[in-house]
């Protein structure tokens, strides 16, 4: 007998199984995991790895880019400390699904990818979604976005050698970016960077893996 009963156990089984690892893995900050129990992440993914969107851990998008595992996600928005005044610039917009997480806990979120064919999808799926303090932006993000800037916070979900200049150029006194550095063949170090009156101030958190901050725009496939 399927009365529907036995499915609406499941997703919310499934959802709670999702929160419980992103606890385990270190996110406790109630209003980061608010926000990520209200995002679903099944529409950012498509075709063959729909399925697996609650299971934490990275997944193949279009353009060969991936998903950040949503424990990573978390760790990265915590790090972060948005604020609900922040304006915050994102490089990377991927499938979007970090830029949506932001968008619930900031006042105003810029994301910016080097594929054009990842801005558009991301875009129909914010709108579906009904997040409307997202714009996405097709550019290289190494840049930044000089005509929004000063910015609040700024995170980068693509691995740099170094935090690029216009980046730290680009954010307020007062704030914080994070975002992994390293070779993209070698570990990557999530790192955490406070602009003070006094000057930048680094932390080192997590081991992690990303795809790599590459120049220019990129062919769509
Ligand atoms: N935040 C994404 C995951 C990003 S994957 C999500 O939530 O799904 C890293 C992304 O960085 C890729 O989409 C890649 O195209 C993009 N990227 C790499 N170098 C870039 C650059 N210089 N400027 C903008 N985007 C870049």
Known sequence: MNDGHEEAVTEAERKMQFLYALRSKGVTDKDVLGAMESVDRGPFIRGLFAGRAYEDMPLPIACGQTISQPSVVGLMTQALEVTPRDKVLEIG??????????????????????????VHEARVVFEALDLNNITAITADGSFGLPE??????????????????????????????????????????????????????????????????????????
């Not at 830029?99 to 990842?118: E, N």
């Not at 740099?160 to 680009?170: I, K, N, S, T």
């Open 93 to 118: 917009t991927g499938s979007g699904y970090q830029a949506a997480i932001l968008s619930k806990l900031a006042r105003r979120v810029y994301t910016i990818d080097r594929h054009r064919r990842l």
């Open 148 to 221: 929004q800037a000063p910015f609040d916070r700024i995170i980068v979900t693509a691995a740099a050698e170094d935090p690029p200049g216009p980046l730290l150029a680009q954010l307020k006194e007062g704030g914080i970016m994070v975002l992994p550095v390293g070779q993209s063949d070698a570990v990557q170090h999530l790192i955490r960077v406070r602009k003070t009156a006094e000057g930048l101030e680094y932390d080192e958190m997590r081991a992690v893996r990303f795809v790599p901050l590459l120049e220019g725009l990129g062919k769509d496939t």
